[in-house]
């Protein structure tokens, strides 16, 4: 799994501020390692991400390129670069600040504050996208996107 260190490259922001998000931020800051695998010892974070996944993507994660909306503090993250998958992580809040304490930056990993309503990316530039546990705390979950598709 991913070691801690402190994040050692600044992380890119294309949000003004963590608005509504905020106290998330500061929870997964505060609570840094509570969803960990590597730290509770338990594959509870790999078993729900491989049920999302299938069985089928399950064994093809090494190497994709997955954008991972969410990140929070890095419960998948961590289990996605364990499996050999290059991640990019994106969180609306300063949880981005608690991932890269638990998955720092690497060639392998990157990670930007960013609305995933609003992403700062092309499209077709990732072979796998995951948003676990985050729609029901956007600020209109029913809402559609704006001008960014997934195909």
């Known amino acids: 799994m991913a070691s801690c260190a402190p994040a050692m490259r600044p992380i890119p922001s294309f949000?003004?501020?963590d608005d509504y998000a905020a106290n998330f931020g500061a929870q997964w800051n505060r609570f840094l390692k509570t969803q960990l695998d590597s730290y509770t010892g338990l594959p509870i974070s790999r078993d729900r991400l491989?049920?999302?996944?299938?069985?089928?993507?399950?064994p093809q994660l090494r190497g994709k390129v997955i954008l991972e909306c969410g990140c929070g503090a890095g419960r998948f993250t961590e289990v996605l670069l364990a499996e050999g998958a290059k991640v990019m992580s994106v969180d609306l809040s300063v949880a981005v600040d608690a991932n890269?304490?638990?998955?720092?930056?690497?060639?392998n990993h990157r990670i930007a504050k960013?609305?995933?309503t609003r992403l700062p990316f092309a499209p077709r530039q990732f072979d796998v996208v995951?948003?676990?546990?985050v729609i029901q705390h956007t600020?209109?979950?029913?809402?559609?996107?704006?001008?960014?598709t997934i195909s």
């Open 50 to 58: 491989r049920r999302c996944l299938g069985e089928e993507l399950w």
């Open 100 to 107: 890269a304490r638990n998955c720092p930056i690497s060639e």
């Open 130 to 133: 995951i948003c676990i546990g």
């Open 139 to 148: 600020r209109i979950p029913r809402r559609p996107s704006r001008g960014y």
């Open 114 to 116: 960013a609305d995933l």
């Open 15 to 17: 949000v003004p501020s």
